[in-house]
């Protein structure tokens, strides 16, 4: 079984970029839209939100939003011709719908690349024949194909829906002969799955790539943390210029001229003995970018704001020589409301809540972040700032 990945023929209409005033939609209403609504009005754009959901983080910051599903396509035409421009803060947006959209404004990053990053196998097999390492991989479409491929990939692998997974939804480990059985049944038996090879990497880092109207800049990279498959901590060094540094760049410029990106995306990489291996991609900002909001000129939200306005993207200016960002997330409630004057009296911690009403474990509600001399300091002070918002610190 294989998968083909679509041409690449980015939108060829020749649009001029789109003066302040103007209006950019935007399908998603969650935290990424939220602070990328904020970032356009900072600019003078005004946003408009197409979600479905009743609670709608970027929907209370926006001048407009519309709620309705993403497959009812008369009320896609109908925001569509209401904006200037269209982006979106992830991936899961339907292909009629995007394609519908383009009827009547430019979405950037045009339908292809979202076409490729939304399906896993088929993001795997474009990264693969475009001679970039990835993780050996199979397709798979039983238990019993998946059994195959684990003994073909060496015994531990990962097998993974090849849609709508995040945040370590929608995959499992099978580490051992006669777990397939269930592996198949903890991802639901889907149609069609991905089962790659177990990478024992040294560690995760991400790399996000502004691309558009003949230039190419980089954040990054950021070294990050996950707990329970979420990501807990990333740092990042206005001065890095390691190997893995080097090796990302080169790797996300040579990622954007595939794809013809007009945009931006979050490149996610293993860092292994032997150099980077693309774990997946991004069209979209991303949470580990969520520290430029603070130790950079311009945000990851402010370039997706000017990318979708049709501008080129700049070179971000560090403002310190070193970040940390730790996520919120819903388990910090779990001894009642957080301390939150415990954050709020410390000068050097920068601190965001998302606008989501019910905390959950697991569910992301905020961030902090810190700016320091080192890495490690700014680490240390973040962790220390998200213990001190428990009222049960653990």
């Not at 979106?88 to 519908?100: A, D, K, S």
Request: hydrophobic share 40%.
């Amino acid at each position: 079984m294989t998968a083909e990945h679509p041409t690449l023929n980015a939108d060829k209409r020749s649009v001029s970029p789109l003066p302040p005033g103007s209006t950019l939609g935007l399908f998603g209403g969650g935290q990424l839209g939220r602070m990328f609504a904020k970032a356009a009005a900072r600019l003078g754009y005004h946003v408009h939100v197409f979600a479905p959901e009743e609670e709608c983080p970027a929907g209370e910051v926006s001048l407009e939003r519309t709620r309705a599903s993403y497959d009812d396509l008369d009320a896609v035409a109908r925001f569509a011709q209401s904006v200037d421009a269209i982006t979106y803060e992830f991936e899961n947006v339907l292909g009629p719908t995007v394609e519908t959209a383009n009827q009547y404004a430019p979405v950037r990053p045009h339908t292809c690349v979202l076409s490729v990053t939304r399906n896993r196998l088929i993001e795997k097999s474009f990264l693969r024949s475009s001679g970039l390492s990835v993780a050996p991989f199979f397709a798979v479409a039983s238990a019993a194909e998946l059994e195959r491929a684990r003994n073909e990939l060496g015994g531990r692998a990962v097998v993974k829906t090849t849609a709508f997974g995040y945040d370590g939804k929608g995959q499992t480990m099978v580490k051992a002969y006669g777990e397939s059985d269930t592996a198949w049944r903890t991802i639901g038996a889907p149609e069609e799955a991905i089962v790659e090879q177990f990478i024992p990497f040294e560690g995760e880092c991400s790399m996000l790539v502004a691309r558009g109207g003949g230039s190419t800049t980089f954040f990054g990279p950021f070294y990050n943390q996950h707990r329970n498959h979420v990501l807990d901590l990333t740092t990042w060094s206005a001065e890095d210029d390691s190997p893995t540094a080097r090796e990302g760049r080169a790797i996300g410029a040579a990622v954007a001229d595939a794809l013809a990106l007009d945009g931006m995306i979050c490149i996610e990489f293993f860092i292994t003995p032997g150099g980077l291996l693309v774990n997946e991609i991004a069209p979209r900002p991303h949470n580990s970018g969520h520290l430029t909001l603070e130790a950079c000129s311009i945000s990851q939200f402010e370039q997706q704001v000017r990318l979708a306005a049709g501008y080129p993207p700049v070179d971000p200016v560090p403002r310190a020589p070193a970040a940390a960002m730790v996520n919120l997330l819903g388990d910090i409630w779990e001894g009642g409301e957080p301390d939150w004057a415990a954050v709020l009296k410390q000068p050097n911690t920068a601190f965001h809540l998302y606008g989501k009403s019910a905390p959950m474990p697991g569910r992301k509600m905020g961030h902090l972040t810190v700016l320091a001399d080192t890495p490690e300091i700014a680490a240390e002070t973040a962790l220390t700032a998200r213990r001190a918002l428990r009222r049960d610190p653990t």
